[in-house]
C-alpha cells in the first residue's frame, strides 16, 4: 500500500514539474520592433510576434522588407485573404480572433515595414 501511494505522488510531482515549463514566447525572439498605436501593438505582442519576430517559425519576419516584397505582390486582398484565412503555417487570424480587417492591414502594413498595395 505504503509503495503505491508514493508511485502516486511520484507520479505527481512529475506531472507538476512538467507544467513548470511556462508556455513562453520563443526565446530567441530578434526583433522586438512595435507598432507605434498602444492597441495594435499589444495585438501585436500577443499574436503575431510569437512567430512574425522569430526566424524558427518560417514567417516573413517584421521589418525584413525583402521577405514581404514578394508577399506584397500578390495584392493587398490576397494578403488579407490569408491572414483571415490561414496559409500553410500562417494559422487563420494569426491566433487574433477579434481583430478587424482594418487591424490585420495596419499589422500587415508595419511588418512589412512599407505601404500595402492598392
Ligand atoms: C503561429 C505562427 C503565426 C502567427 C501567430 C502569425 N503568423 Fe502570419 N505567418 C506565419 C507563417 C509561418 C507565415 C508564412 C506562410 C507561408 O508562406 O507558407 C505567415 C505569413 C503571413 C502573411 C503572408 C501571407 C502571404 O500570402 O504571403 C501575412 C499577411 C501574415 N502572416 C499576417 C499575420 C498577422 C497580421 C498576424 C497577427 C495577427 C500573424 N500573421 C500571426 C505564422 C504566423
Redesign the pocket.
Known amino acids: 500500500m505504503r509503495v503505491i501511494r508514493f508511485s502516486l505522488l511520484l507520479a505527481l510531482v512529475m506531472a507538476l514539474s512538467g507544467c513548470g515549463e511556462d508556455p513562453k514566447p520563443p526565446a530567441n525572439t530578434t526583433n522586438n520592433a512595435t507598432p507605434k498605436d498602444p492597441a495594435l501593438a499589444q495585438?501585436?505582442a500577443n499574436?503575431?510576434?510569437?512567430?512574425?519576430a522569430?526566424p524558427a517559425?518560417?514567417?516573413?519576419l517584421t521589418g525584413d522588407r525583402k521577405a514581404?516584397e514578394?508577399?506584397l505582390q500578390?495584392g493587398t486582398d490576397?494578403?488579407?485573404?490569408?491572414?483571415i484565412n490561414g496559409?500553410?503555417?500562417?494559422?487563420p487570424?494569426?491566433?487574433?480572433v477579434e481583430?478587424s480587417e482594418e487591424?490585420?492591414l495596419q499589422?500587415?502594413g508595419f511588418?512589412?515595414d512599407q505601404p500595402l498595395p492598392q
Request: net charge neutral.
Open positions: 495585438i501585436y499574436s503575431c510576434q510569437l512567430c512574425h522569430n517559425a518560417n514567417a516573413p514581404w514578394p508577399r500578390q490576397t494578403l488579407l485573404d490569408h491572414a496559409y500553410n503555417g500562417m494559422p487570424m494569426g491566433q487574433c481583430c487591424q490585420f499589422l500587415i511588418m512589412a
